[in-house]
């Protein structure tokens, strides 16, 4: 099994011009995590994430309360987050709070969680850290931002049909999900005529939606 605990008093300079960038799901922008990562100095990006909470480089991190853990638990939510964790190179689950477990408030026993995490560690391959608290975690990825920079990529490495992976690269804009990836594909046929086609006509399928798709589109990189 691979835990780790990081219930360390230390803390770590609060100065990391060599960190990376961590990217970080717009879900959780109102997380306690982010204001600790702030007093860090640690340079963060919001973006919309299919798989994870945050990834910094190749690494994808789930980041789970310990309330939101046995929850996840209950209702089979966890299985399918584990399954994409495991479509990136590295993968991490975080734990907090675990510490402040309450079995009474739960149908779980003890032996249950732990089988789980067995299971997580063994047969996902995934490892587990467990974090007391939001600093604590924050200080988790800040000190993995700071290795050796790599290259970040957003979207795993997921085997599909030259069709689903048309309709995966839609997706990946602001505000398009399922529905409206196919919308634009049974009207337009590809991604091509998607980028040649009016504003007008994108209207007509993504209404104010529209605007910031368009310019997202016509965006150049720097």
Do not use: C, H, W
Not at 32 to 59: C, F, K, M, T
Not at 102 to 107: C, F, K, P, R, Y
Not at 183 to 189: A, R, V
């Amino acid at each position: 099994m691979t835990f780790f605990d990081i219930f360390s008093k230390k803390k770590i300079k609060n100065k990391v011009r060599e960190a990376q960038k961590i990217i970080v799901d717009n879900r959780e922008k109102n997380s306690l995590v982010i204001a600790e990562l702030a007093n860090l100095n640690q340079p963060i990006e919001y973006r919309q994430l299919s798989i994870a909470d945050y990834i910094i480089g190749n690494i994808a991190i789930e980041r789970k309360t310990i309330n939101d853990f046995i929850s996840s638990m209950l209702n089979k939510r966890i299985f399918p987050q584990l399954e994409n964790l495991k479509q990136y190179e590295k993968s991490l689950l975080i734990i907090e709070n675990y510490q402040n477990m309450n079995l009474e408030q739960t149908n779980l026993n003890e032996n249950a969680i732990k089988g789980l995490l067995l299971s997580i560690s063994l047969d996902y391959k995934i490892p587990i850290i467990f974090t007391k608290d939001e600093k604590d975690t924050a200080t988790f990825l800040s000190l993995i931002a700071r290795k050796k920079k790599t290259e970040i990529s957003l979207r795993a490495k997921i085997p599909m049909s030259d069709t689903k992976r048309i309709q995966f690269i839609l997706e990946g804009f602001p505000n398009i999900g399922p529905k409206t990836a196919k919308k634009l594909l049974k009207k337009f046929k590809s991604i091509k005529n998607i980028a040649n086609a009016s504003f007008e006509e994108l209207t007509e399928v993504l209404g104010k939606k529209a605007e910031s798709f368009k310019k997202l589109l016509e965006k150049t990189y720097n």
